[in-house]
């Protein structure tokens, strides 16, 4: 589990793709700290495991689903990647719960300055935007941020000059790719008021929009 708060800029070393999958190596300092074989690393947004380390950073494997769902598969030698530790117990929750499992790729649209922020404008998919609301969390390559506007075909948020000099959405030009995670509670909600199969049954969740209103929710 992350929280979205970038730790580090790492810089790709290699790699090394294979029929479906990938070797990253990735040249870190601040996240090697007491970081050990088998902990996980979220980069741009993509929980990894590490499995190995080079004179200066660590090696990861990417299986396919991530290959398929984020923009690690278009890394090369020299990009710049958002980096994070995953988050330890009693540690102060900054940005919100990310799990580093990347739900789709989005794009840039547009980049505006306005005074001190840069709103940026996301494309997506209806099956991502279903989830993001105005004021709602979203991780956009790993960095936490809060949704201003929403309409049918695209969503903005607003970054603060922190965080854009801290992680590597000051790179991202309109038409580049960026790797999005819905907020979790929102797919639970979902889930939860959904009709779910039950041993053959089909029963409805007890919990419905009638049901949350009147526990003060909505």
């Known amino acids: 589990m992350f929280t979205g708060i970038i730790e580090e800029l790492g810089r790709v070393s290699n790699l090394v793709r294979g029929r479906e999958s990938a ?9 090697l700290t007491d970081t050990k074989l088998g902990d996980s690393i979220a980069v741009n947004g993509v929980c990894l495991t590490v499995d190995g ?15 398929d769902r984020s923009t690690l598969g278009a890394l090369s030698p020299g990009k710049a990647v958002n980096l994070e530790r995953a988050l ?22 547009s980049v505006v300055r306005r005074d001190n922020a840069v709103n940026y404008r996301i494309g997506c998919g209806a099956e991502l935007l279903r989830y993001i609301s105005v004021k709602g969390s979203i991780a956009i390559d790993g960095v936490s941020l ?7 075909e695209s969503f903005s948020v607003a970054l603060i000059p922190h965080s854009l000099e ?15 995670e819905n907020d979790q509670v929102a797919k639970y909600v979902e889930r939860l008021l ?25």
Do not use: Q
């Open 23 to 31: 070797r990253l190596s990735v040249e870190a300092k601040l996240v």
């Open 53 to 67: 380390w080079t004179r200066n950073g660590f090696v990861a494997d990417v299986m396919a689903e991530s290959l």
């Open 88 to 109: 330890a117990a009693g540690e102060r929750l900054g940005g919100h719960l990310v799990s580093g499992h990347v739900d789709g790729r989005g794009k840039v649209l």
């Open 146 to 152: 809060t949704v201003t506007e929403v309409d049918k």
């Open 166 to 180: 801290k992680t590597v959405l000051k790179n991202r030009r309109p038409g580049d790719a960026v790797n999005l």
């Open 194 to 218: 959904t009709v779910r199969e039950t041993e053959g049954r089909e029963p409805e969740s007890k919990i419905d929009l009638a049901y949350l209103g009147r526990v003060g929710f909505i």
